[in-house]
């Protein structure tokens, strides 16, 4: 924003502000857009103009009395504007807080990750002992016939021993 015409004028102004209109031309060589940003300031209520005088002969042929822009004077407004534009210091609290702020926030976000890496380690648990509970249905079951198996066996291994003694 420094670097800006409106800048240099207000500041300008302000800096040479004795009461009167101040010639601004030596700030910018463009006198057109000199102009535009005169005319910007003093339609923002920034700054007074006053118009050079043209030559007497001038207003009434209808010629453009001067090829200079107007003198200025800054108004309280501008002056505000120009404050305002300035950089503000930071207060002690905000310093004091700022790091703590990085702090917590860097921590908080280690916290995420390592809550977020053990529910993906949840997870693969949560996987794995599925899985095993599949296999050991199978087991399970074949337990199970292997059991069923036994009794038949031992069924059958009795009804031979009774008809043997038949």
């Given amino acids: 924003m420094k670097k800006t015409l409106e ?24 006198s057109d857009f ?7 300031l003093k339609e923002r209520n920034f700054i007074e103009t ?13 010629i453009i009395p001067s090829d200079k822009p107007a003198k200025c004077k800054i108004k309280l407004s501008g002056i505000e504007y ?16 700022l790091p703590l702020f990085i702090v917590f926030g860097i921590s ?7 809550n977020y890496s053990s529910n993906n380690k949840n997870e693969i ?5 599925d899985s ?3 296999v050991s249905r199978i087991y ?7 059991k069923l198996q036994v009794k038949l066996y031992k069924h059958q291994s009795l009804i031979d021993t009774l008809e043997n003694k038949n």
């Fill in 34 to 40: 000199l102009k535009s940003v005169i005319k910007d």
């Fill in 125 to 129: 648990l949560k996987f794995e002992v």
């Fill in 108 to 114: 908080t976000m280690t916290f995420a990750y390592l």
């Fill in 50 to 62: 006053l118009e050079y005088p043209g030559k007497p002969m001038e207003k009434f042929v209808g």
């Fill in 82 to 97: 120009l404050e305002s534009l300035k950089p503000q210091p930071i207060p002690k609290y905000q310093k004091i807080y």
């Fill in 7 to 30: 800048y240099k004028i207000l500041k300008y102004l302000s800096e040479n502000n004795n009461g009167t209109c101040i010639d601004v031309s030596a700030i910018e060589n463009n």
């Fill in 132 to 134: 095993l509970k599949n």
């Fill in 140 to 146: 399970k079951d074949s337990v199970g016939l292997l």
